[in-house]
C-alpha cells in the first residue's frame, strides 16, 4: 500500500515553456504533500507544503509565482514551473502523508527537469 | 524550526562488517524518525522509522536507536552487504513539515 505516482519522470524542453509534475496518492488520502528539488549530490530541499485546498506553504527563497502548487484534492498535487529557464533544472520529488499524527512520507519517483 | 545535523557524510565499510550512522535534531517537541535510503536516480524509500515512545526498533539487519534527552537517533546496519550501498537521510519533523539530514554515502565494498 500506500503508493505515490509522480508523473512525467523526465522533461527535456526549452527556455521559457512551462512545465506540470503531478503528484497522486493512489490508495490513501493524502491530508498533506510536500514537494522537494534535489540537487547531485545533495540533501532534499524542501520548496512546499502543500494541504488540500488551501493555499501552499512555501520555503523562504522559493519564487510562490515562479513554482505554482495546486492541491485540489486529497490525492492530487501539481506543481507547474512557470516560464522554466536553465538554472531551474533539477530533480523534484514529491512526497505524500495520510492521515493521522506520525505518519511517514512517501515518495513518488520524481521528475528530472532539464530546461535547454 | 528543526536542524538536523547527520554524520558521517560518507562511509566505506567490508562487506559484513556493520555501519552506524548518527543524526542530531534540535526541536525537543519532535517525536517520529524516520530513515530513508536512497539509490541514484531513484525515490527515497522508508527503510525504518522510530517513535519518540521506544529507545529501540530492530528489522532484520537494520535497527535504529533513539535518545530523546540527548536529541539523537542513528541507524546501524549489520552484516552489510554490496546492496546496502546507497545514500541515507534521517529526517525530523517540526511544525509540520520533515527537516532531513544532509545525507550519508554508504560504500560496501566486497
Known amino acids: 500500500g500506500a503508493v505515490v505516482s509522480q508523473h512525467p519522470s523526465r522533461v527535456i524542453c526549452k527556455s521559457g515553456t512551462s512545465v506540470k509534475i503531478e503528484c497522486r496518492s493512489l490508495d490513501f488520502q493524502a491530508t498533506t504533500m510536500f514537494w522537494y528539488r534535489q540537487f547531485p549530490k545533495q540533501s532534499l530541499m524542501l520548496m512546499a507544503t502543500?494541504?488540500?485546498?488551501?493555499?501552499?506553504?512555501?520555503e523562504q527563497g522559493v519564487e510562490k509565482d515562479k513554482f505554482l502548487i495546486n492541491h485540489a484534492s486529497l490525492t492530487l498535487s501539481t506543481l507547474t514551473v512557470t516560464s522554466a529557464h536553465p538554472e531551474d533544472s533539477s530533480f523534484y520529488i514529491c512526497?505524500?502523508?495520510?492521515?493521522?499524527?506520525?505518519?511517514?512520507?512517501?515518495f513518488g519517483d520524481g521528475t528530472r527537469l532539464s530546461i535547454l | 524550526g528543526e536542524n538536523v545535523e547527520q554524520h558521517p557524510s560518507t562511509l566505506s565499510v567490508q562487506e559484513g562488517d556493520s555501519a552506524v550512522i548518527k543524526c542530531t535534531y534540535s526541536d525537543s517537541a519532535s517525536n517520529y524518525f524516520p530513515w530513508y535510503k536512497q539509490e541514484l536516480g531513484k525515490r527515497p524509500q522508508l527503510i525504518i522509522d522510530i517513535r519518540s515512545n521506544v529507545g529501540e526498533k530492530k528489522d532484520q539487519r537494520i535497527a535504529v536507536t533513539l535518545n530523546k534527552t540527548a536529541k539523537h537517533f542513528s541507524l546501524h546496519i549489520t552484516e552489510t552487504q554490496p546492496e546496502d550501498s546507497a545514500v541515507y537521510f534521517c529526517?525530523?519533523?517540526?511544525?509540520?513539515?520533515?527537516?532531513f539530514g544532509a545525507g550519508t554515502q554508504v560504500v560496501v565494498t566486497p
Open positions: 529526517a525530523a519533523p517540526s511544525w509540520g513539515k520533515f527537516q
Open positions: 512526497s505524500a502523508i495520510g492521515q493521522g499524527d506520525n505518519q511517514p512520507q512517501h
Open positions: 502543500s494541504n488540500e485546498g488551501s493555499k501552499a506553504t512555501y
